[in-house]
């Protein structure tokens, strides 16, 4: 069974478009992450979420929005692609909310999108 | 400049061979991390730790916290190996993460 799972696993759009990536956990886990990881492999994280608290990175553009119908899911929705939005997304889930020595992190298998 | 350098940003070695990469950092940290990201693109958690050393395997990550740095060691490294190892760190709050831009390693039959 897979533990994090994320759909689609790819995603080619044109600019201007608004689209969503599904991510699915099967953990039990309180805690829920995107990261974007662009062209030179650099990871960022994008957003925390828990059913109580939201923390957003600061450097995110509000065209991007978490959506969480329950605890097991956190959807990523875009609106107006840019070019620049181009990576790969990966979405993760721990246990307790921080990333700390006793809480690891597991990731999906990312979604790569393209905008064109 | 990046809250965490890695070092070297690529590596080849012989399958056999002992293999470093090393982590610093800039800011105070309640954890470190070590990622490691296959070809296929997947990532996976190799070591948290905040002291000491920690053993896995033939992989050993160590912590030197006064100095702000880390290292990743693999003994009789295999093409298995072949990867990218990220090192991150949770700041000191354990609300802000920060990657390194990751070393990209290839282990040669």
Known sequence: DTAVSQTPKYLVTQMGNDKSIKCEQNLGHDTMYWYKQDSKKFLKIMFSYN?????????????????????????????????????????????????ATYNEQFFGPGTRLTVL | KNEVEQS????????????????????????????????????????????????????????NIQEKHSSLHITASHPRDSAVYICAVTSITGNQFYFGTGTSLTVIP
């Not at chain 1, 605890?71 to 909310?97: R, T, W």
């Not at chain 2, 940003?9 to 610093?24: H, M, R």
């Open chain 1, 51 to 99: 059913n109580k608290e939201l923390i957003i990175n600061e450097t995110v553009p509000n065209r991007f929005s978490p959506k969480s119908p329950d605890k097991a899911h956190l959807n990523l929705h875009i609106n107006s692609l840019e070019l620049g939005d181009s990576a790969v997304y990966f979405c993760a889930s721990s246990q307790v909310f921080m990333w």
């Open chain 2, 8 to 63: 070297p940003q690529n590596l080849t070695a012989q399958e056999g061979e002992f293999i470093t990469i090393n982590c610093s950092y800039s800011v105070g940290i309640s954890a470190l991390h070590w990622l490691q990201q296959h070809p296929g693109g997947g990532i996976v958690s190799l070591f948290m730790l905040s002291s000491g050393k920690k053993k896995h395997g033939r992989l050993i990550a160590t912590i």
